[in-house]
């Protein structure tokens, strides 16, 4: 996508009001002996009840000099950098579905213990992803859609008894992140069943043919939700 796109859909940036926030300060951290008080979060985002989850890693990446897509490091929104936030929300608009519709989310919330304390993202998901599970029973989503590979496998691992669905129009093209001969999968959830999807971070979409292909599997997953 070029800039001027870009600019066009700043109306799609989303609100720090419309974050849930499930505590003032985190201290899991503290509790598994990593040594912080998380102060600053990437709270999830979205509807409390939203049909559509979208999970993805962390806040990495981010620039303090573009003017609103800054990334969730300054913003503190998830998925706000304009390479991936925006992009994604442009593409779920092209595909008929309400970026303000879906709660945004990631499997790693902040970023002290990556700035602070020099901890990696395996230390730290296997702590944060109580959040994430909290998450999931709270907004209690129809569809679940990871956005990579580190995201797909900390969902499958919170959402348990995972197994095939075959989704007649959504194939496991280069778009999609580490998938076998299937893109979606029926999960218990203890409330309900929910459909689980797994695509490339959408970093990795550049170009047409590749914004197209992406665009048309996120089409297969509105009719899901339809």
């Known amino acids: ?24 300060n985190c201290t899991l951290c503290q509790q598994a002996s990593l040594g912080f008080v998380a102060t600053e979060i990437v709270w999830g985002s979205g509807p409390k009840h939203a049909r559509l989850m979208i999970i993805g890693k962390d806040s990495a990446g981010g620039d303090k000099t573009e ?20 992009k994604l929300r442009i593409l779920l608009c092209r595909a008929g579905i309400d970026p303000f519709s879906a709660f945004i989310t990631n499997t790693v919330k902040c970023n002290v213990g990556y700035d602070e304390h020099h901890l990696n993202y395996s230390q730290l998901v296997r702590v944060c992803l109580r959040h994430l599970r909290e998450e999931i029973a709270t907004v209690n989503p129809q569809v679940v859609l990871t956005l990579g590979g580190e995201s797909a496998k900390r969902a499958q ?12 129009g959504l194939e496991p093209t280069e778009m999609l992140s580490n998938s076998p001969a299937f ?5 218990e959830t203890g409330q309900n069943e929910i459909e689980v999807f797994h695509l490339k971070h959408p970093s ?23």
Not at 157 to 168: A, D, Q, S
Not at 183 to 187: H, I
């Open 1 to 24: 996508m070029r800039d001027e796109e870009y600019e066009l859909h700043n109306d799609l940036f989303p609100m720090l009001e419309h974050s849930m926030a499930l505590c003032a």
């Open 67 to 86: 003017p609103l897509w800054k990334g969730s490091r300054y913003t503190l929104i998830p998925l706000t950098n304009k390479k991936t936030g925006a």
């Open 157 to 168: 691992g919170v959402l348990k008894n995972h197994r095939p669905l075959r989704v007649e």
């Open 183 to 187: 893109v979606g999968s029926l999960t």
């Open 204 to 226: 990795y979409v550049e170009g047409k043919a590749r914004e197209r292909a992406y665009q048309q599997n996120l089409e297969v997953i509105a009719a899901r939700l339809r």
